[in-house]
C-alpha cells in the first residue's frame, strides 16, 4: 500500500517554473518494480501522461505535450519524486497528479492503483 502527497503548484505567468515534489510513504521496492507518473487534467479534458519513470533503473518517459520542458527525478532515499517544469504556458494549466503502479511504466491513466490528491497548476498570460 502506497499513499502519495504532492506539492508545489501554485500560480505561475507565461515561461516562468515550478517544480512539483510527490512525497511517498510506503514500500517502493516491489519485485516487480514501480513506475511513478506524473499526470495532468485540464477541465474538461482527459488525464493524461506528463512523464514518467521506472523507480529502480530512473529510465524514464515524456510525453510529447511537455518533451523538452519538464524533467522527472526520484531521490529513492527520501522516497520522493519531482516534476521540474520549465517556460510553461497557459495551456499547461491543470491539477498535476503523481501516481504509482507496481511493474512497468504505463502510458494511460487506469493501471495506476496509487494516487495523490492532485496539485492546482495555474500559467496566467
Known amino acids: 500500500q502506497l499513499q502519495l502527497v504532492e506539492s508545489g503548484g501554485g500560480l505561475v505567468q507565461t515561461g516562468g517554473s515550478l517544480r512539483l515534489s510527490c512525497a511517498i510513504s510506503?514500500?517502493?521496492?516491489?519485485?516487480?518494480?514501480?513506475?511513478l507518473g506524473w499526470f495532468r487534467q485540464a477541465p474538461g479534458k482527459e488525464r493524461e501522461l506528463v512523464a514518467a519513470?521506472?523507480?529502480?533503473?530512473?529510465?524514464?518517459y515524456y510525453a510529447d505535450s511537455m518533451k523538452g520542458r519538464v524533467t522527472i527525478s526520484r531521490d529513492s532515499a527520501k522516497n520522493m519524486a519531482y516534476l521540474q517544469m520549465d517556460r510553461l504556458i497557459p495551456g499547461d494549466t491543470a491539477i498535476y497528479y503523481c501516481?504509482?503502479?507496481?511493474?512497468?511504466?504505463?502510458?494511460?491513466?487506469?493501471?495506476?492503483?496509487?494516487w495523490g490528491q492532485g496539485t492546482q497548476v495555474t500559467v496566467s498570460s
Open positions: 510506503g514500500r517502493t521496492d516491489s519485485p516487480y518494480g514501480m513506475a
Open positions: 519513470i521506472a523507480w529502480s533503473f530512473s529510465r524514464t
Open positions: 501516481a504509482a503502479r507496481e511493474g512497468p511504466i504505463m502510458m494511460v491513466p487506469s493501471p495506476y492503483n496509487y
